[in-house]
């Protein structure tokens, strides 16, 4: 099994008007992997984001804005470090947690799941609270698996497995990054982790944007099971 360092990671996001977030985001993956880790911002804004991005250090990809999908999926195509690490850059995840990602990367897991909902997520508005636990259960109910909350940012892979699998959602991007891998027999992990009052106004309407999330775990769910139940009846074939 490979031992991977922080000089084996790439840390991405995609990137739309924060400037008054990013630096402080990239000041702390800085700090805590002691500027090893490769950092790859996928940007469409029209703010200071990507020059501030860039005088840290970090990779600017440059992307027409089409969405958080859109630039989410390029983000963590791009890097050639074989571990990737998506965080958003709003400042609201625990940079100081990446050893912790990495330590189970190099326990076996291809994916990495930071876990908000369980220890509580008090500065995340109640709505939003409410919609992230519906969404971990109906993608519980889809996969036959418990999963506590499968539309975090902050998550680690293996990056033979982002390019082996075909993704296809946009706003519910981040709920297909966890439930493919899972119904597909990855090794899967969630680790619980805090969770900051964001920096900077939000871009997502929570009920049009949990709608089409849910309509994405809808057919994601049903994709993989669907993919599952024909793999099952071509096996039968085969055998006959």
Known sequence: MNDYTFDDVAVVMGTYNEEEAI????????????????????????????????????????QEPRGYGVAVREAVLTPDR??????????????ERLPDFLDAINEGNDVVSGDRITPGAETMPALNRLGNRAFAALASLLLGRRLHDVTTGMRAYRRDLLHRIEWTENTGLSAELLMRPVARGYRVTELPI??????????????????????SILRVGVAERLGRQLDRSSETVDRA
Do not use: F, H, Q
């Not at 805590?32 to 501030?52: F, K, L, Q, Y």
């Not at 805090?194 to 309509?215: H, S, V």
């Open 82 to 95: 074989p571990v990737v690490v998506t965080t958003d850059c709003d400042d609201t995840y625990p940079m």
């Open 194 to 215: 805090g969770y900051d009052e964001r920096a900077g106004e939000t871009k997502l309407d929570p009920l049009r944007g949990g709608a089409a999330i849910a309509k």
């Open 23 to 62: 630096g402080g985001v990239l000041a702390d993956i800085e700090r805590v992997t002691d500027g090893r880790a490769e950092v790859v911002c996928v940007d469409g804004s029209s703010d200071r984001t990507p020059e501030i991005a860039r005088g840290m250090g970090a990779r600017v990809v440059e």
